[in-house]
């Protein structure tokens, strides 16, 4: 990724995109014509401050001449990191396609959008069912979870069914338990909810 990502054809991209892009949300975002005009309320507030400080008109140009370099070499900072940012972007998106192409979830067939029923909820509890719930992670998790279910009745029913019951103190323990296992389950579940995601975006 690093050879890419100091390719020129990159910085060739980012100028090429650069003045449609933003002239695009300048046209379509209110938000930049508000940044805009407080941009230019700070700048009239700070010239009318030099202006005071400094009576004399010759020094007054010298100190606004010497600000307005200051913005110039800022502004070629952020144009720096703007184009630093846009070339990691592009290098991270190949670095993604790359790891999921090498990965068994890239199966075209096996995106939302070729499948035939019409349930996304159907359709990722069949993701979870062949991608994570057959990791060794998953069924360690599982298997914890069912001990601890049928050692501790009391917990799984508070737990699971929601029932108002006085817990002792071993019990409370387990429902802490199950509530973290229940947590790591569901990270395990969000992370492919988050490459089913991004399958979809590369495939299509």
Not at 37 to 57: C, G, Q, R
Not at 164 to 187: F, Q, T
């Amino acid at each position: 990724m690093e050879e890419l990502f100091n390719k020129p054809i990159l910085d060739q991209m980012y100028e090429f995109r650069k003045e449609d892009f933003e002239q695009s949300i300048y046209d379509n975002n209110a938000k930049i014509k508000e940044i805009e005009n407080k941009v230019y309320d700070v700048s009239e507030e700070f010239n009318n401050f030099l202006k005071k400080v400094i009576p004399n008109p010759k020094d007054y140009h010298v100190a606004l001449e010497m600000f307005r370099n200051y913005e110039l070499t800022y502004s070629d900072e952020i144009e720096f990191w703007n184009r630093t940012y846009f070339k990691l972007g592009m290098t991270d998106r190949e670095k993604i396609r790359n790891e999921f192409f090498n990965n068994k979830l890239e199966k075209k067939e096996d995106t939302y959008l070729n499948n035939e029923a019409n349930d996304i909820s159907e359709w990722v509890e069949e993701q979870k069912r062949k991608y994570t719930f057959g990791t060794k992670e998953y069924i360690e998790l599982q298997k914890k979870y069912n001990q601890i279910s049928k050692k501790y009745p009391n917990a799984i029913k508070v737990f699971e069914d929601l029932e108002p019951i006085i817990l002792n103190k071993k019990e409370m323990k387990a429902l802490v338990e199950l509530r973290k296992i229940d947590i790591s389950m569901g990270h395990m579940e969000k992370k492919l909810c988050f490459k089913l995601g991004m399958k979809e975006v590369i495939n299509f």
